[in-house]
């Protein structure tokens, strides 16, 4: 099986928390177009970051100046994103950027007033524009989303969907919310919040799934949708976005669809980061993808599994996830969490693992 495509459509996203998309277990949030987007692709069930600090992701994303080589084997390349840390840091790899502002600091009374929209907006609007201006000339349309760690202005309608009778208020503020300290209540304010976000982050999605399946934004287009960094909702008795270095900020969702359905419903439990998405993205620049690690696990080829991925965090924070453990490090402390059974790294089994050889050699690599 050999896959082709033309034209790729990135779409990554701040704060996008693992739990809260239904193809990842998420069953009180209804989310048909991520599940609908998860039948038709491949989910990789194990992707982290490589960094707490969404830079150093994006240094690993677009490194190897693949993009310049894009555009110099004729491709077009294109960035819109809300984030101007992000704005600036692409000077040097796109043709063209778009900046979307907010239009004003307050919850929109409508969809189409909010972030999420406007982005998906004008990514369906430029992919039209690419594919009549010019339909033989490969594009690279790259969406970076604050998401749920910029403005929270998705309207009080969304978020109130999955509130029920007797649940408290849910959070109405536009400012991302940060609690160190919170009771149940406040939780569930923002659970309510944050799930009315991720309703809207639906419905967007879908109008682009809708618009790739029609062709209007050209044929043979990949799509990959994934996470920067994830978002606290309660775990570790955090609320908002932090840069500890547990699951909820680290363990991301991928989503990578490639044309006529190649890969659907296939699941990928390999340990991946930026820099495998990275040398996909690479081997498009070089008509190489059928040899890339991520094709080669979409079209269930077996290969090596990664021994470890490595994170750091700001400080002396560091965390090793291998296929059996995670363990994170702060100075001479040390917490090691047994995967994939501890999910979100509540159950720490350091006092029972004294002398394990097999976590004697993996602490070395701290």
């Known amino acids: 099986m050999c896959v082709s495509f033309q034209n790729l459509i990135c779409i990554s996203i701040d704060g996008l928390h693992n739990g809260m998309i239904g193809a990842y277990g998420n069953s009180w949030i209804q989310t048909p177009a991520f599940d609908s987007l998860a039948v038709q692709a491949t989910v990789f069930d194990r992707y982290y970051a490589v960094s707490s600090i969404l830079g150093d992701n994006f240094d690993l994303l677009w490194r190897n100046s693949w993009l310049d080589q894009f555009c110099q084997n004729g491709g077009n390349t294109i960035l819109v994103t809300d984030d101007s840390d992000i704005f600036n840091h692409a000077n040097a ?4 950027k778009y900046m979307i502002e907010p239009s004003a600091n307050k919850i929109a009374e409508y969809a189409d007033e909010t972030n999420f929209f406007k982005i998906f907006a004008t990514i369906i609007d430029l992919a039209s524009e690419l594919r009549n201006d010019n339909s033989d000339q490969q594009y690279c349309l790259w969406a970076h989303l604050r998401g749920f760690r910029g403005c929270w202005d998705f309207p009080l309608a969304y978020r109130e969907r999955h509130r029920d009778v007797e649940d408290p208020l849910p959070y109405d503020g536009f400012v991302v919310p940060m609690f160190d300290e919170f009771d149940p209540d406040q939780l569930q ?9 991720m309703s809207l982050l639906d419905d967007v999605l879908a109008g682009l799934l809708e618009s790739i399946e029609s062709g209007e934004v050209g044929g043979q287009t990949a799509l990959t949708i994934f996470g920067t960094r994830g978002f606290s909702l309660g775990e570790h008795k955090r609320i908002g976005a932090n840069y500890e270095l547990f699951g909820e900020n680290i363990h991301l969702p991928l989503f990578v669809h ?5 890969g659907a419903t296939v699941r990928v439990s390999e340990l991946l980061n930026p820099d495998d998405l990275a040398d996909f993205f690479i081997s498009v620049t070089k008509n190489q993808f059928n040899n890339s690690k991520i094709v080669q696990l979409i079209k269930e080829n077996k290969i090596n599994q990664n021994e470890f991925l490595r994170i750091n965090g700001k400080g002396n924070e560091t965390v090793l996830v291998t296929p059996n453990w995670f363990i994170r490090r702060i100075g001479e402390q040390i917490n090691i969490y047994v995967k994939p059974d501890d999910r979100w790294e509540v ?3 350091s006092n029972r693992l ?3 050889p097999e976590i004697d050699v993996i602490l070395k690599k701290l």
């Open 258 to 262: 490639l044309p006529d359905n190649t």
């Open 354 to 356: 004294n002398e394990n």
């Open 189 to 197: 304010s923002v659970m309510e919040a944050y799930s009315g976000g």
């Open 93 to 96: 790899y796109f043709k063209r």
């Open 347 to 349: 159950n720490d089994v």
